[in-house]
C-alpha cells in the first residue's frame, strides 16, 4: 500500500468526496457491487469513508465492513462517520491488509481510486483474492486508469476474471478454483 498524504493533503480530498458525493452517491456504485445483507465487504483505502458508512447500511446488522486506509485521519473520518449513523457493523483498521482478516471471509472488495496509488499493486491483488471467499467480487473502479489496463492489470494472474463491465464500475470476480 502507498504512504500516506499529507493531512492537508488528505483534508482537500475529502472535501472534494463529499461535493461528489452529492452529486454522485455512493448507492450508486454500491449497487453494481451487489452487496447483499449480511455480506462480510472490505473498503480497501477507504478515504474518508463515504463508501464504507454506504456498505454497511447495505449488509445491515447480520453483515460487517471493514474499513481500510493507511491514513490516521481516514480511520478517524470513517470512525466518526459510523459513531454519527448509530453504525456498529464497522470496523476500521489502519495499515495493509491485515493478517487478522481470516483467508476465504470476504464477500466483497471495494477498490475504488486507489490502484494507480499502490507501491506493489500485484502484491495487492493477491491480498485481496486471499481474502475473497471463491466466487466473490473485486469492485473496481480507478478514473487514472484506461479501461485497456483495468482489464489487464486486474485479471494478470487469474487472480479475477471480468463479470462485467458497469456503468459506474468493474465487478470482477474470483474464480471458484484459483490458478
Known amino acids: 500500500m502507498a504512504r500516506p498524504m499529507s493531512n492537508l493533503g488528505f ?38 469513508g463515504s463508501y464504507s458508512v454506504a456498505a454497511a447500511q447495505r449488509v445491515g446488522e447480520a453483515g460487517r465492513v471493514y474499513a481500510l486506509d493507511v491514513h490516521p485521519k481516514a480511520i478517524e473520518a470513517v470512525q466518526r462517520r459510523a459513531a454519527r449513523l448509530g453504525l456498529r457493523n464497522v470496523e476500521t483498521i489502519r495499515g495493509p491488509v491485515p493478517p487478522t482478516l481470516e483467508s476465504g471471509s470476504i464477500d466483497v472488495v471495494l477498490l475504488y481510486d486507489t490502484f494507480h496509488l499502490l507501491d506493489d499493486p500485484q502484491a495487492t491483488l493477491d491480498d485481496l483474492a486471499r481474502l475473497l471467499k471463491p466466487e466473490g467480487t473485486l469492485s473496481f473502479t480507478d478514473h487514472h486508469m484506461k479501461d485497456a489496463d483495468v482489464r489487464e492489470k486486474v485479471a494478470a494472474g487469474g487472480r479475477f476474471q471480468l463479470a462485467e463491465n458497469c456503468r459506474y464500475s468493474y465487478r470482477f470476480v474470483k474464480p471458484a478454483k484459483q490458478p
Open 11 to 48: 483534508a482537500a480530498m475529502s472535501l472534494v468526496f463529499r461535493l461528489r458525493d452529492l452529486l454522485w452517491p455512493p448507492t450508486r456504485t454500491l449497487e453494481e457491487a451487489r452487496i447483499a445483507p449480511g455480506d462480510r465487504v472490505l473498503d480497501f483505502g477507504c478515504g474518508p
